[in-house]
C-alpha cells in the first residue's frame, strides 16, 4: 500500500467530503496526552479520498448527544491512527492522504471546558499567547466541530477582528472542511468575553461564556468560510444542528510547530 505523502500539500476544494470512521468508536476513550501533528492530520486529512466505511446512523447520533459521551475521541489519536492501518490492510487502493498542516511537531493539550471551565476567562487563561492552536467542539444536538488558528488566541480589552490566512472550519459528523472565502480580515476574532469567534459579520461560529448553559453562542456558516448550501436557514444551522446552541464539550489543542 502506498505510504503517507509526508510534504504534500493541501489540493482539495474549499469544501472537502471528509469519510471519517464512525465517530462513536471513539467517544468511550478517555486516556488524554500530547500528540503528534502527523496524528492529528491522519484522523482530519481524509478529505480527499473515499474509505469504505459507514456513515453515522440515527441511533449513534442520538446517543453521542447524552453528555456522558464527550470529545474523548479527539484525546486518543493513537486509536483512530490504529483503525486508519487497518482500513489500508482491507484492499484499499491508491489511497493518497494530504497533509491538513504543511508543518511537523507535537501538540499540547491546553483546554478542556468540562475540566477548566466554561467561562471566558477559563479558556483565555489556558489558551492565550499559545501560538496555533486547533479546537473541537461537541454541541447538544451531538455535532462535532471546530476550527484551526495559526494566531495565538488573545483577550484585548476592545475587541479584534483579525487576518489569519490559515485559518480553516470544519465540521467532523458531517464530514467538511471549509476554508475561507471572502473577509479574510476577519478570519478569526479575539474577544475578552467570548471563548472563541471564527468568521466576521455574523460570524460563521461564536462561543460564548458558560455555553454549557445557555444557548446564546451561535454560527452562521458563510461568513467568512464557505458553506455548503445558498440558503441561510441551512448554513445557520449546519455547524452545530442549530442556529443557536449549547456546548456539551470543547477541547483546545496547541500546535508546536
Given at each position: 500500500m502506498p505510504k503517507l505523502i509526508?510534504?504534500?500539500?493541501?489540493n482539495c476544494s474549499a469544501v472537502n467530503v471528509f469519510k471519517m470512521p464512525l465517530i462513536r468508536t471513539f467517544f468511550r476513550m478517555r486516556r488524554e496526552r500530547n500528540f503528534k501533528v502527523e496524528e492529528i492530520q491522519d484522523m482530519i486529512s481524509k478529505s480527499c479520498h473515499l474509505l469504505r466505511m459507514p456513515t453515522i446512523d440515527d441511533q449513534a447520533n442520538h446517543q453521542s448527544q447524552n453528555r456522558d459521551y464527550i470529545l474523548s475521541f479527539i484525546s486518543d489519536f493513537s486509536r483512530l491512527v490504529d483503525l486508519q492501518l487497518q482500513l489500508r490492510k482491507i484492499g484499499q487502493e491508491?489511497?493518497?492522504?494530504?497533509?491538513?498542516?504543511?508543518?511537523s511537531g507535537t501538540t499540547q493539550f491546553l483546554y478542556k471546558a468540562t475540566r477548566d471551565g466554561f467561562k471566558a476567562a477559563?479558556?483565555?487563561?489556558?489558551?492565550?499567547?499559545?501560538?496555533?492552536?486547533i479546537s473541537f467542539i461537541l454541541s447538544e444536538a451531538g455535532q462535532v466541530f471546530?476550527?484551526?488558528?495559526?494566531?495565538s488566541w488573545e483577550s484585548p480589552e476592545h475587541n479584534q477582528d483579525l487576518c489569519d490566512k490559515n485559518a480553516f472550519i470544519f465540521q467532523l459528523t458531517k464530514h467538511s472542511l471549509h476554508k475561507q472565502y471572502r473577509n479574510f480580515d476577519g478570519a478569526v476574532g479575539h474577544y475578552k468575553n467570548y471563548l472563541q469567534v471564527f468568521g466576521i459579520g455574523e460570524s460563521d461560529f461564536v462561543i460564548k461564556e458558560n455555553s454549557d448553559q445557555f444557548s446564546d453562542s451561535y454560527c452562521n456558516l458563510g461568513s467568512t468560510y464557505t458553506p455548503v448550501s445558498s440558503q441561510k436557514d441551512y448554513s445557520r444551522e449546519y455547524l452545530a444542528g442549530s442556529h443557536f446552541f449549547k456546548t456539551i464539550e470543547i477541547e483546545v489543542y496547541k500546535v508546536n510547530i
Open positions: 509526508a510534504n504534500s500539500k493541501i491508491h489511497i493518497t492522504i494530504p497533509q491538513l498542516f504543511t508543518i477559563d479558556f483565555h487563561e489556558k489558551c492565550d499567547n499559545q501560538g496555533p492552536t471546530g476550527g484551526y488558528s495559526s494566531i
